[in-house]
């Protein structure tokens, strides 16, 4: 059973940085995409960013410019650099890979930007 494993979440003032990284405990064949999404008390979980096979990205509007993310087929990891936190910004963040039809998610990581 693959399990994804977020870390790197915690407590920030606004302006600042924070760098989340994702796991897998297993291996993952056949990745086609890996993601990021968040979910803010209250909101639905909304999509952050994600990487396809080939290397492009696609990011939410809201965190253009100022978040990047990055994966490794090979090692079945992804990461996600934040820059320019705002606190709206705050949420529980997921890990998501898609691979072979099969999606799997991480437990999410809390991320809190203070203002």
């Known amino acids: 059973q693959v399990q994804l494993v977020e870390s790197g979440g915690g407590l920030v003032q606004a302006g600042g940085s924070l760098r989340l990284s994702c796991a897998a405990s297993g291996s993952i064949s056949g990745i086609g995409v890996m993601a990021w999404y968040r979910q803010a008390p209250g909101n639905n979980r909304e999509f952050v960013a994600h990487i396809m096979r080939g290397g492009s990205t696609n990011y939410a509007d809201s965190v253009k410019g100022r978040f990047t993310i990055s994966g490794d087929n090979a090692k079945n990891t992804v990461t996600l650099q934040m820059g320019s936190l705002k606190p709206e910004d705050t949420g529980v963040y997921y890990c998501?890979?898609?691979?072979?039809?099969?999606?799997?998610w991480g437990q999410g990581t809390q991320v809190t930007v203070s203002s």
């Open positions: 998501y890979i898609r691979a072979l039809g099969m999606g799997y």
